[in-house]
C-alpha cells in the first residue's frame, strides 16, 4: 500500500480476538491502536483518530453500543466508520447497531474476506491499491 497506513482501532475485551482481527488485516498495511472496553475505545477514538474502528457490542465498563454513540456524539469522531464485530446475530443487536450509528456490521467467527472487502468500502483502502 503507498502512501500512510490504515488506522484500525480493534475494540474486543478478548485479546485473542483483538489479535485475531489484527491477523486477518495484516496484509493490508494496517496500523493498529487497540481498547478491551467501550471507555477506552472512545478515549482511544479521540486520542488516536483511527480512520475505522472494529468494536464488539458486549464489554465490560461500557458495551459497544453506547461507545459508538459517545463517539458519534463528538465532533471530532463522529465521521469515524464504525464496524460492530460481535457474536450477537439477532436482528435486535443489528438494529440497534445501525440506530446507533455504525456503519456495518459482522457476526463472529470473522472471514477474512468480508473483514477485508468491509473495510476496504468504508475506508477506500481497495482505491490504494492494498492487495
Given at each position: 500500500m503507498?502512501?500512510?497506513?490504515?488506522r484500525v482501532l480493534v475494540v474486543d475485551d478478548s485479546l485473542l480476538q483483538?489479535?485475531?482481527?489484527?491477523?486477518?488485516?495484516?496484509?493490508?498495511?494496517c496500523?493498529?491502536?487497540?481498547?478491551?472496553?467501550g471507555?477506552?475505545?472512545?478515549?482511544?477514538?479521540?486520542?488516536?483518530?483511527p480512520d475505522i474502528i472494529l468494536m464488539d457490542i458486549e464489554m465490560p465498563v461500557m458495551d459497544g453500543l453506547e461507545a459508538a454513540q459517545r463517539i458519534r456524539d463528538c465532533a471530532e469522531t463522529a465521521d469515524?466508520?464504525?464496524?460492530?464485530?460481535?457474536?450477537?446475530?439477532?436482528?435486535?443487536?443489528m438494529e440497534s447497531a445501525f440506530v446507533g450509528g455504525c456503519n456495518d456490521y459482522i457476526t463472529?467467527?470473522?472471514?477474512?474476506?468480508e473483514l477485508i472487502a468491509k473495510v476496504a468500502a468504508l475506508t477506500g483502502l481497495a482505491n490504494e491499491g492494498a492487495a
Open positions: 503507498n502512501g500512510p497506513a490504515l483483538q489479535r485475531y482481527l489484527q491477523e486477518l488485516l495484516a496484509g493490508s498495511g496500523d493498529f491502536i487497540t481498547a478491551d472496553n471507555e477506552a475505545a472512545v478515549a482511544a477514538a479521540r486520542a488516536g483518530m469515524i466508520p464504525i464496524v460492530m464485530v460481535t457474536s450477537r446475530a439477532e436482528a435486535e443487536f463472529k467467527p470473522v472471514h477474512q474476506d
